[in-house]
């Protein structure tokens, strides 16, 4: 499996390997010692799977607080979407600065948002399904967000003329200035 840092250290890109022949391929998509060998020992508990229809669906920004924060893997297994991570770790160097990657089913390859950062997608083709590992449940009670479109986070969402489809939820989330702490570098 290569892994590699994004502009934030603590958010990966994973891409595991891929075996083909004339049957098709197979893939390791998860392999915890694997992981291990490369100082990342999470124990993921749900897997979570959606589907969104047309370009433009925009998911997040969203997180877990404690004791159900969560560390998340992230794959797409049809279709494209570009991922997005917010540090909202206060004192940390990068509190406030998001990365983002282009995640897709051709790419093989995946994300790992871990807890303290907020989360969310665009998709870029119809029909996209993504699957993603969390190290905690979903707990209502402590499901957050982060207002996608925050000018003091400026995210570069690449939504080229799409107005985003969002869930009534996630037209209500505070900007990062008035997010309580609920995490700390």
């Known amino acids: 499996m290569q892994i590699e840092s994004l502009g934030i250290s603590d958010v990966k890109i994973l891409t595991p390997r891929r075996?083909?022949?004339?049957?098709?391929?197979?893939s390791e998509t998860y392999k915890k010692s694997a992981l291990a060998e490369h100082g990342i020992?999470?124990?993921?508990?749900?897997?979570?799977?959606?589907?969104?229809?047309?370009?433009?669906?925009?998911?997040?920004l969203h997180?877990?607080?404690?004791?159900f924060a969560q560390?998340?893997?992230?794959r797409v297994v049809k279709g494209r979407i570009f991922d997005v991570a917010v540090d909202i770790r206060h004192g940390s160097p990068t509190f406030g600065q998001w990365v983002g990657a282009e995640i897709s089913a051709e790419a093989w390859n995946q994300i790992l948002v871990p807890i303290g950062f907020a989360h969310g997608f665009v998709t870029l083709e119809p029909d996209t399904e993504v699957i993603y590992k969390v190290t905690a449940p979903y707990a209502p009670d402590h499901d957050k967000g982060l207002a996608w479109d925050d000018p003091a986070i400026a995210i570069d969402w690449p939504l080229d003329g799409v107005t985003p489809t969002l869930s009534d939820k996630?037209?209500?989330h505070?900007?990062?200035?008035?997010?309580?702490?609920?995490?700390?570098?």
């Open 174 to 185: 505070p900007v990062l200035a008035d997010l309580p702490a609920y995490f700390s570098y």
């Open 63 to 67: 997180f877990q607080t404690a004791p």
């Open 19 to 26: 075996f083909g022949d004339s049957r098709g391929f197979f």
């Open 71 to 74: 560390d998340k893997l992230v």
């Open 41 to 60: 020992d999470l124990d993921f508990v749900q897997d979570n799977h959606s589907m969104s229809q047309a370009v433009g669906v925009l998911r997040g």
């Open 170 to 172: 996630d037209t209500k």
